[in-house]
């Protein structure tokens, strides 16, 4: 059997574990080792990207399509033929000095 070391462990988080392991009547270490046996047998998540992962998941759930409305321009098509509109006066040039 192998032994493990953790070095550096939270003083609340040794709190807990030992509330934890007095609970169920384990000493901290068993109760550590059914902590890493538990966490350990779970499936490893899946591999692939970010939208195979989100299809995946949600794939039981069913499809949902939604109608989307055609947009309009936010503005006309600007005509370069024709002037440009002004807004109150042209900018005055400065002069430099020099």
């Known amino acids: 059997m192998a032994t493990l070391t953790i070095r550096d462990?939270?003083?609340a988080l040794k709190?807990?574990?030992r509330l934890r392991a007095a609970s169920?009547?384990?000493s901290m270490e068993e109760e550590a080792r059914q902590i890493l046996r538990a966490a350990l047998?779970?499936?490893a998540t899946p591999q692939?990207?970010?939208v195979a992962r989100v299809r995946a998941r949600f794939e039981g759930l069913g499809d949902?399509?939604?109608d989307i409305e055609p947009r309009e321009p936010v503005r006309g098509v600007l005509d370069?033929?024709?002037p440009a509109p002004t807004y109150g006066k042209p900018p005055v040039a400065k002069r430099s000095r020099r």
Do not use: N
Request: net charge negative; charged share 40%.
């Open 9 to 11: 462990l939270d003083d």
């Open 41 to 43: 047998s779970e499936p």
């Open 24 to 26: 169920q009547d384990r």
């Open 64 to 66: 949902v399509r939604l």
């Open 48 to 50: 692939g990207t970010l």
């Open 15 to 17: 709190l807990k574990l």
């Open 80 to 82: 370069l033929h024709e």
